[in-house]
């Protein structure tokens, strides 16, 4: 029901900014949230930023004041502004989209990824 494709990652140095883009396209489906996460080998996928429809933005502790959740609701699109970039931040980053299932529940969909790689 939900394609989400994402573009902008790339190759930067650190200290430096790259903004991630993702759209959603189907049809038949309502957004409730929309966000982004990141996940390199041997770890576990992990937030960095979520947009609810009914609830506060949430950010992980460590990209507070440098990175940016948006979302431009007409074009079902959620960007990722990153700034002051750190080498550990190198991942790929996924986008998310939740939707309403099976009350109570969501489904989750996710885009294909992209790499996002910060230098020292």
């Known amino acids: 029901q939900v394609q989400l494709v994402e573009s902008g990652g790339g190759l930067v140095q650190a200290g430096g900014s790259l903004r991630l883009s993702c759209a959603a396209s189907g049809s038949g489906f309502r957004i409730i949230a929309m966000g982004w996460y990141r996940q390199t080998p041997g770890k576990q996928r992990e937030l960095v930023a979520n947009m609810p429809s009914g609830g506060p933005t949430n950010y992980a502790d460590s990209v507070k004041g440098r990175i940016t959740i948006s979302r431009d609701n007409a074009k079902n699109t959620v960007y990722l502004q990153m700034n002051r970039l750190k080498p550990e931040e190198t991942a790929v980053y996924y986008c998310?989209?939740?939707?309403?299932?099976?009350?109570?529940?969501?489904?989750?969909?996710w885009g294909q990824g992209t790499q996002v790689t910060v230098s020292s």
């Open positions: 998310n989209a939740d939707i309403p299932g099976q009350p109570p529940s969501t489904l989750r969909y």
